[in-house]
């Protein structure tokens, strides 16, 4: 595998279920990031975890959890969704240093259906 | 705060043609500066960037951009279009030690026959 990968592709849910979305990364960056993409609207950025430590939350809904066990994987736990949680979720991965650019490298996503 | 406006949502134009893809950017500090494209049911694919230096900046497949600080902008363009670029081109701004890259809305480029 190389470059950051996401599993599944695909998910429908119902409002109760309880599911996690999976991100890995190949290439020994030290920050991972994930992201809502919903249609006709701007990259939302959701988390974002530098050497494993979460450091930024952009006020996301609890039942959104993220977790990152290590700089390689980062997983988004999801229950009791609403609708309006259907949308593309793309993770990502940069190597952070401060005061430099931050090019971020991103996976295919994840296309969540809630129902 | 920083912010990107992608001007146009939908860009239909006919194979061979030019295209210019437009994005300005508000940012109190110095900024960074990306093209990021995306081809149906993938994710975002780095397309081109400016850091510094020369403000004219070049991909592989024939795109440029020109960074424009006196009117904040980083327009995308290509003299001439491929079916194959059908996509959505989203403009993103990094500043300075900011984690965050803040992106557009998004342009969808459709290549006509």
């Known amino acids: 595998e190389t470059g950051v990968t996401q599993t599944p592709r695909h998910l429908v849910m119902g409002m109760t279920n309880k599911k996690s979305l999976k991100c890995e990364q190949h290439?020994?960056?030290?920050?991972m990031y994930w992201y809502k993409q919903s249609a006709k609207k701007p990259l939302e950025l959701m988390f974002v975890?530098?050497?494993?430590?979460?450091?930024e939350n952009n006020s996301v809904p609890s039942r959104f959890s993220p977790e990152c066990p290590n700089s390689s994987h980062l997983f988004l736990h999801l229950h009791t969704l609403q609708p309006e949680d259907s949308a593309l979720y793309l993770c990502a991965s940069s190597q952070f240093s401060g005061g430099s650019y931050n090019e971020q490298f991103f996976g295919p996503g994840t296309r969540l259906t809630v129902l | 705060a920083q912010s990107v406006t992608q001007l146009d949502s939908q860009v239909p134009v006919f194979e061979e043609a030019p295209v210019e893809l437009r994005c300005n950017y508000s940012s109190s500090v110095s900024v960074y500066l990306f093209w990021y494209v995306q081809y149906p049911n993938q994710g975002l694919q780095l397309l081109l960037k400016y850091l510094s230096g020369s403000t004219l900046v070049e991909s592989i497949n024939g795109f440029e951009a020109e960074f424009n600080k006196s009117q904040t902008s980083f327009h995308l363009r290509k003299p001439s279009v491929h079916i194959s670029d059908t996509a959505e081109y989203f403009c993103?701004?990094?500043?300075?030690?900011?984690?965050?890259?803040?992106f557009g809305s998004g342009t969808q480029l459709t290549v006509l026959p």
């Open positions: 290439l020994g960056h030290n920050a």
């Open positions: 993103a701004v990094s500043s300075g030690s900011a984690r965050q890259l803040t």
């Open positions: 975890y530098s050497l494993e430590e979460r450091v």
